[in-house]
């Protein structure tokens, strides 16, 4: 079972990711500063995607509630290893699912106003990529679901 610091620590950290573009997304910046907070968005995202990785190569855990007995008490092949696996399907299958809605409402509205005005084809590209990190997210997730069984 999770602790609460293992549910804790990973929505503080997609809040940190997720913060900078709270504003842009209200319309309350002007382009400078909405570059700068998609910037930090990025950089924050691929910081984050390093520290995973490395913490998952060094296999030292930051939880430290589990030890080596409870992980080899026979957890393979059990009810809870099989909805670990359908939870990973789903966030997966889910996300996707999402990213193509979203993406199937932004690109004709991105093609509309580049076809309108040829300036507005890299602030309608940004859109229709932001659909697509949803689909990126969720394969982060279950992964993540995944490395814990």
């Known amino acids: ?14 809040g940190l990711i997720v913060l900078p573009l709270v504003k842009v ?9 909405a570059r700068k907070r998609l910037y930090i968005h ?23 509630a589990e030890t080596e007995e409870t ?12 909805l670990g696996f359908l939870g990973a399907a789903l966030t997966t299958g889910l996300g996707s699912i999402g990213a193509g809605i979203a993406v199937a409402a932004a690109a004709p509205a991105a093609i509309g106003a ?13 859109f229709v990529a932001l659909g697509e990190g949803v ?8 992964i ?6």
């Not at 079972?1 to 997609?14: F, H, R, T």
């Not at 990025?42 to 430290?64: D, N, R």
């Open 135 to 142: 689909a990126i997210y969720g394969l982060l997730i279950s």
């Open 71 to 82: 992980v080899s008490e026979g957890f393979a092949g059990s009810i809870a290893q099989g």
């Open 25 to 33: 997304f209200s319309g309350k910046v002007d382009l400078k500063s």
């Open 1 to 14: 079972m999770l602790s609460k610091l293992e549910i804790i620590v990973p929505l503080i950290m997609v």
């Open 114 to 126: 580049f076809s309108e005005n040829e300036k507005n084809f890299g602030k309608s590209l940004i």
């Open 42 to 64: 990025i950089s924050l995202f691929f910081a984050l995607v390093l520290f995973v990785f490395i913490w998952q190569i060094s296999g030292t855990s930051l939880f430290a």
């Open 144 to 149: 993540l679901i995944i490395n814990k069984l």
